[in-house]
């Protein structure tokens, strides 16, 4: 315990205790059900009526789930189309719940949903983690390559060059092979052609579908040589659950390769192959155009100009504002846990025993030397596995507040110390207790130091809260990602979300200013 304090005394504890048990009421009320109600809740319903919740993330995923770009507020690609169609196959409700492309598996096997449905590769590896419905779509490796760059049209042919790809994919396995050739992995595809795009790479190995609605469509690029490999996608489902689930997912892909109804949708997309007639022994040939591919060419090469442009980010602030708002509610709800939680380990750490003072530092010392990330996935996806299961609003609050309140609390630390102890000596020798020299001297004193970095942190935060996205929440950044990609305009959009970001912030650095104006007024000479 520093010298010059005493301990904490008994009326401040006990604040202190009702304040942690009030954050605990809010964030069982914020998440609504005890562990497992909800599961139990759908077992009670019978099969037939309980409504089948899929995933996919469909920020960047052309062409399987992505946001349409003649109508952003829509949803389309052929597996979009084809889960429509297994919903009417199966005559039960379909929910989609989108969800970050490294958190899908995660939520799978967490329960936020049924089955996933995202080009997931049949792999050895991924069947080791989770089972697979029958194979629905059957492709290859395709290279693209610039049409004024070289002509790279083998694999062989790629030793001494930069090759982009997705990372974990079967592609980067196959180029992993080669150790001649400088391999680059990314999150989204729109980014490996963008860069191969900007010359940064020489040619990008992904799978056919990929490689035709990012490589053909764009008139800078083509697709060349021969397929490489055999692809295979499935639907992922929990290892070792959902079976019955599984078998009729399965009866409704075969009804569907029956029926031609698998066939009719890959042809709107353009996206039926000699391998699709092979795997489903379906050789007919269907007078059916590409609608949906050539709506989508049109959409992304048709219009141009600064007027076209102007729509597009106008239709485009609806969504920034439902985004923003979102940001803004996890933030300042983050921002008071921070608050009330940093002051108590402040207070804990100056005046509490030697053991809860140890405690709080190992705490402030552990959530500062972890990354926050790091934080949001073990509360969100973690968690569960103990029992709690948290709502991904409530999830994405607490890991903030929790990782900001070990920083607000040495803040406070700094702040309470910074104020002489003989402030203390005479609230006292006013008559004072030592738990109202602490409330109305020594707290307010501090606060008023520590004002200017609490804001700088609200602005950190606020920032930091893009990593939510991870866990289902579409706050800003992820907005920014899925507008970016789909229409290919990095800098106009982001220039937008940016303003967004500052709009946000700047009236709470107002805000705060007038508070630390307010707060100096006594202390401000006046002539």
Avoid at 21 to 47: F, I, S, W, Y
Avoid at 66 to 90: I, K, S, V, W
Wanted: proline share 6%.
């Amino acid at each position: 315990m520093p010298a010059g304090h005493d301990a904490l005394p008994a009326p401040v504890w006990g604040a202190a205790l009702r304040a942690v048990a009030l954050v605990l009421m809010v964030c069982l009320v914020a998440v609504g059900v005890l562990p497992g109600g909800r599961a139990t809740a759908a077992e009670d319903k019978p099969a037939a009526q309980q409504t089948v919740r899929w995933a996919a993330d469909s920020s960047a995923d052309v062409p399987y789930t992505f946001h349409d770009p003649a109508n952003p507020e829509r949803l389309t690609g052929f597996e979009y189309d084809l889960m429509q169609e297994m919903q009417r196959h199966m005559g039960v409700p379909f929910q989609f719940i989108q969800n970050d492309w490294d958190g899908l598996i995660p939520g799978l096997q967490r329960g936020l949903y049924d089955m996933v449905i995202c080009g997931i590769e049949m792999t050895a590896e991924h069947a080791d983690s989770i089972d697979f419905s029958d194979p629905y779509y059957v492709t290859s490796e395709r290279l693209t390559v610039r049409r004024k760059g070289p002509q790279l049209t083998t694999l062989a042919s790629l030793s001494g060059h930069v090759v982009g790809t997705l990372k974990d994919t079967q592609a980067s396995q196959i180029l992993g092979r080669n150790p001649n050739v400088e391999l680059r992995t990314y999150e989204e595809e729109s980014d490996a052609f963008m860069d191969l795009v900007n010359g940064r790479t020489d040619a990008v190995l992904l799978d056919g579908p990929i490689a035709k609605y990012y490589g053909d469509t764009n008139p800078d690029l083509h697709v060349v040589g021969e397929p490489i490999g055999r692809v295979e996608y499935g639907i992922a489902f929990p290892k070792g659950q959902n079976e019955a689930l599984r078998g009729r997912v399965n009866a409704a892909l075969a009804a569907m390769r029956a029926d031609g109804t698998l066939h009719r949708v890959l042809a709107r997309w353009d996206l039926w192959t000699p391998e699709m007639a092979k795997l489903t022994g379906d050789d007919s040939v269907l007078d059916i155009p590409p609608t949906a591919f050539s709506a989508y060419v049109a959409e992304i090469q048709g219009k141009t100009g600064w007027r076209v442009r102007l729509e597009r980010y106008v239709g485009f602030i609806p969504q920034l504002l439902r985004a923003a708002w979102l940001t803004l509610l996890v933030s300042l709800s983050a921002m008071v846990l921070a608050v009330a939680l940093g002051l108590l380990l402040a207070l804990v750490r100056l005046y509490g025993p030697a053991p809860l003072a140890w405690l709080a530092a190992c705490y402030v010392e552990i959530v500062r030397g972890t990354p926050l990330l790091i934080q949001v996935l073990l509360i969100f996806y973690g968690l569960p596995q103990c029992g709690v299961n948290l709502t991904p609003f409530v999830a994405g609050v607490i890991s903030l507040g929790m990782n900001y309140a070990a920083y607000e609390a040495e803040n406070y630390r700094a702040g309470l110390q910074s104020v002489a102890f003989g402030q203390t000596e005479a609230a006292m020798a006013l008559n004072m207790t030592h738990a109202q020299a602490l409330r109305y001297v020594v707290v307010p004193q501090a606060f008023r130091l520590v004002m200017p970095i609490m804001t700088n942190d609200f602005i950190s935060l606020l920032k930091d809260s893009s990593l939510v996205s991870v866990i289902t929440l579409t706050e800003l950044t992820q907005t920014y990602i899925r507008l970016s990609s789909t229409y290919f305009d990095y800098f106009g959009t982001g220039i937008m979300v940016g303003l967004a970001y500052l709009l946000l912030g700047l009236p709470f650095v107002r805000l705060a200013r007038m508070a630390e104006r307010k707060l100096a007024s006594p202390h401000t000479r006046r002539r």
